[in-house]
C-alpha cells in the first residue's frame, strides 16, 4: 500500500492510500490546507483545533449542499426520461391510429373502384 507525505497547516502527515491514489490525495490535502489557510485568514488565530473542525464543518456543509442538488437532479432526470417515454409510447399510438386510418382509406378506395369498374 503506497504511503505518501502531506502537509495540513504546515504539519506534515503520512497517510496510506491505495494504488494509484497518490495524486487523488494529495489534491484533497491540498485543498483542506488551502480551506485552513483562508479560515486562518479570515478568523486569525482561534486555535489550530477550532480551525480545523470549522473548515472540516465546512467541507461536510457543501458535500451536503451537494448530495442535496445532486438528488433533485436524479429525481429531474427520472421524471424527464418517464415524460420521454410517455411520448414515445404516444407517438407509437398516434403512428398505428394513422396506419390503421390509411388501411381503412386504401379498402374503401379499392371497393370504390371495383364498384366504377365493375358495377
Same mark, same amino acid.
Given at each position: 500500500?503506497?504511503?505518501?507525505?502531506?502537509?495540513?497547516?504546515?504539519?506534515?502527515?503520512?497517510?496510506?492510500?491505495?494504488?494509484?491514489?497518490?495524486?487523488?490525495?494529495?489534491?484533497?490535502?491540498?485543498?483542506?490546507?488551502?480551506?485552513?489557510?483562508?479560515?486562518?485568514? +479570515?478568523?486569525?488565530? *482561534?486555535?489550530?483545533? &477550532?480551525?480545523?473542525?470549522?473548515?472540516?464543518?465546512?467541507?461536510?456543509?457543501?458535500?451536503?449542499?451537494? &448530495?442535496? &442538488?445532486? +438528488?433533485?437532479?436524479?429525481?429531474?432526470?427520472?421524471?424527464?426520461? &418517464?415524460?420521454?417515454? $410517455?411520448?414515445?409510447?404516444?407517438?407509437?399510438?398516434?403512428?398505428?391510429?394513422?396506419?390503421?386510418?390509411?388501411?381503412?382509406?386504401?379498402?374503401? *378506395?379499392?371497393?370504390?373502384?371495383?364498384?366504377?369498374?365493375? $358495377?
Amino acid at each position: 500500500m503506497p504511503q505518501i507525505n502531506v502537509t495540513i497547516d504546515g504539519k506534515n502527515y503520512r497517510m496510506a492510500c491505495g494504488d494509484g491514489e497518490e495524486a487523488h490525495l494529495s489534491a484533497l490535502a491540498a485543498g483542506l490546507d488551502a480551506r485552513i489557510g483562508e479560515m486562518r485568514r +479570515a478568523f486569525g488565530e *482561534i486555535g489550530d483545533m &477550532r480551525l480545523h473542525v470549522m473548515a472540516a464543518l465546512t467541507v461536510s456543509d457543501e458535500l451536503a449542499e451537494l &448530495r442535496r &442538488r445532486m +438528488a433533485a437532479l436524479e429525481a429531474e432526470t427520472a421524471a424527464l426520461r &418517464r415524460e420521454a417515454e $410517455g411520448a414515445v409510447a404516444g407517438q407509437a399510438e398516434r403512428d398505428a391510429q394513422i396506419a390503421r386510418g390509411v388501411s381503412r382509406a386504401a379498402e374503401r *378506395i379499392e371497393r370504390l373502384a371495383q364498384s366504377l369498374a365493375g $358495377g
